[in-house]
């Protein structure tokens, strides 16, 4: 435990970026949730068996989902990142995505562009 936190008011976040949406959860040590936030992301197809999704509009579904959850708490004891979803976002200084699409197609022909 960290100097001034009492066991009982520990967090842990949990981000989930799925193929859709990204949610956000923060869960008492015991694993019991105590808020939640679902944030949904754009996926357009512009052609058979392709899907591309914004790196921007990703990384802002991010923030606001961890933002509205851990808003006015103290800052979660741990972080735990999952994504099914195959995918890369490159960011640059500022957190800034380099590119301006993530592509996604199934894991056996991935392609960044």
Do not use: F
């Not at 579904?61 to 103290?74: C, F, I, K």
């Not at 735990?80 to 490159?90: E, G, K, N, P, Q």
């Amino acid at each position: 435990m960290t100097r001034g936190r009492d066991a009982a008011d520990a967090t842990v976040l949990g981000v989930d970026l799925g193929t859709g949406s990204v949610r956000v959860g923060l869960y008492s040590l015991a694993g019991t949730l105590l808020t939640s936030r679902e944030q949904s992301v754009t996926t357009v197809h512009p052609r058979s068996g392709w899907a591309e999704q914004s790196p921007g509009e990703i990384l802002a579904a991010l923030h606001q989902a961890v933002a509205a959850v851990a808003a006015g708490g103290p800052p979660p004891l741990a972080l735990c990142v999952a994504s099914a979803a195959v995918s890369a976002v490159a960011v640059g200084d500022g957190d800034d995505p380099i590119d301006r699409k993530s592509t996604r197609l199934n894991s056996s022909h991935i392609t960044i562009s």
